[in-house]
């Protein structure tokens, strides 16, 4: 016996994380420079959106854009001093893919914790659903809870390497 689980990685806040960050260093940046836009709004998890760039300031806003966003997202100019910022497809596909990978790990740390005897945790297909087999453990509830307690607390991004969750919150505010 023992329980088997079919779960989703919910990628998209991973991206959505990313995303929101990016914008906000943006903010950062633009405020140093004394760049007001009228807006900056999150769209989706992939894409974001600057209104009301100055159109005296709009050459320095497309330097200062560039120099934190060209490396994964693409700036798309919009009328009237706007723009949309989308997350390039190759960098989706390698958060995703990270987002997985760091799920899979934790999930494998928890449930060896608890002394499941040979767990398997896999991929199906080649998306974002794991299969996690226990065998041995028959509290299905339990399980369920072990996992989604993973997914609450360890998906998250980390670009700046190994650190502390107070050191991460302080970089951000």
């Known amino acids: 016996g023992g329980v088997q689980l079919v779960m ?8 959505m994380t990313s995303t929101t960050s990016v914008s906000e260093q943006l903010r950062e940046s633009l405020k140093t420079s004394g760049i007001t836009p009228a807006a900056i709004t999150v769209l989706a998890p992939t894409a974001f959106r600057v209104e009301g760039v100055p159109q005296a300031n709009d050459a320095q806003f497309r330097s200062a854009a560039d120099e934190i966003t060209a490396t994964n997202y693409n700036r798309n100019p919009l009328a009237g001093g706007s723009y949309e910022f989308t997350m390039k497809p190759l960098i989706e596909r390698a958060l995703r893919e990270q987002t997985v990978e760091q799920a899979m790990q934790t999930i494998d740390r928890r449930v060896n914790e608890l002394g499941v005897t ?3 945790i896999a991929r199906q297909g080649n998306g974002d659903q794991l299969i996690v087999q226990m065998p041995g453990l028959t509290d299905v509830a339990r399980a369920k809870d072990i996992i989604r307690s993973t997914a609450l607390l360890e998906f998250r991004l980390v670009e700046a390497g190994p650190s502390s969750k107070e050191e991460l919150l302080k970089q951000y505010n």
């Open 8 to 15: 989703r990685v919910n990628t998209d806040d991973a991206l």
């Open 118 to 120: 040979e767990p398997t």
